[in-house]
């Protein structure tokens, strides 16, 4: 059974879950006087947007290898 995702959509869904939790982290930091009791880590959630990013580039690489 064949993985229904190529490394193109995978590399693709993870550039675009790193922009909208960097986007939403800072987003929801600048509005957190106004939200009341929301807690939210921002270094965590900080830290998921950039490891997702570091695989894209990964899955950047690699793609570039594979077209030599």
């Not at 929801?28 to 900080?46: A, D, F, I, P």
């Amino acid at each position: 059974m064949a993985f229904p995702l190529s490394l193109f959509d995978f590399g693709l869904w993870l550039a675009s879950t790193a922009i909208v939790l960097l986007i939403t982290t800072e987003v929801l930091v600048q509005y957190m006087e106004t939200l009341g009791n929301v807690v939210l880590e921002r270094k965590r959630l900080r830290l998921v947007a950039l490891g997702l990013s570091f695989a894209f580039v990964v899955i950047v690489i690699i793609r570039s290898f594979q077209q030599l």
